[in-house]
């Protein structure tokens, strides 16, 4: 396969029409806005439809409409604007529609920024709507994995019947890397047990709904998606693990910030300092047992992040608090250095080498 230089969000467009997206709503916000532009010349001359709702709330509402009857539909969006479709994307949650959500992260809170930022980890994993409910989170390091988690993210969401979201940020999808794109057999699932798609007047009408008057209708209905939402954390949990098999030191990090981490640990490497790598590609389901094996050797576990913690109790409760779990990490579009992680690990490692 030929590779080719592009930008991560345009990347990302080009994966999710591939991948079989026929539909796009969304409303312009830095740093996302080539994703849709990329999608509004593209899709109309591929069999789907762009369309620039005028508001976030409208965009979020049209995915679940168009999820609905059973086609592959995403929206994107960028901090703020992801806050902004928090009331719909629970409805889509309680009607079981699988989507596609992508939130190229800035900085916060309010307007903040228009730089890279991983301060929504909270929103995208504990609280991006009211109700019991949960998403996939996928996190990429790449333009590439940005392509391939695409392509993943439409077939977990469709196994599961659950909306899926690719937590990507303002570095991921401005920077410029080689990609390649796999070869897509773009065969959507088989909705027709559920989709509201018309009955041709052969089977009973199926309705997309996340209202239930009785308390103990929707209870059960929360049991029930629960009961799905263990199978997921029990098959689809992901992660990366590097030079953590000897390591006394292991550095959590995702997305973005992943790669200044892995930088930070070959130069620790180079001074003698055994350190390691954790990377979590699902934030949830969050690979706890791949944590567990990634730090049996481990003393010290460094959670590095471009926010002020927010990933860090995860980390913690995966760990039981075996292993003391420090953090490092800034906030506000500011992006860490590898020289500043290293000399976080000289720190945990007994002193300045």
Known sequence: MEKVLMKGNEALAEAAIRAGCKCFFGYPITPQTELS???SKQMPKRGGVFLQAESEVAAINMV????GTGTRVMTSSSSPGISLKSEGISYIAGSDVPCLIVNVERGGPGLGSIQPSQQDYWQATKGLGHGDFRLIILAPNSVQEVVNLVVRAFELGEKYRMPVMLLSDGLLGQMMEPVEFPEIKAETADNSSWAACGTKMQREHHIVNSLYIE???LEEQVKARYERYAVVEANESDAECYLCDDAEIVITAFGACSRIAKSAVNKARAEGIKA?????ITLWPFPKQQLL????????VLSVEMNMGQMVDDVKLALDCKIPVSFFGRTGGVIPSPNEVLEELRKLNGGAQ
Not at 64 to 67: Q, R, V
Not at 276 to 280: I, W
Not at 293 to 300: C, E, G, I, Q, V
């Open 215 to 217: 308390a103990k209708d």
């Open 37 to 39: 532009e990329y999608l």
């Open 64 to 67: 679940l409409g168009a999820g």
């Open 276 to 280: 390691g790598l954790f990377r979590p």
């Open 293 to 300: 094996d990634a730090t049996k050797n481990a003393k010290a």
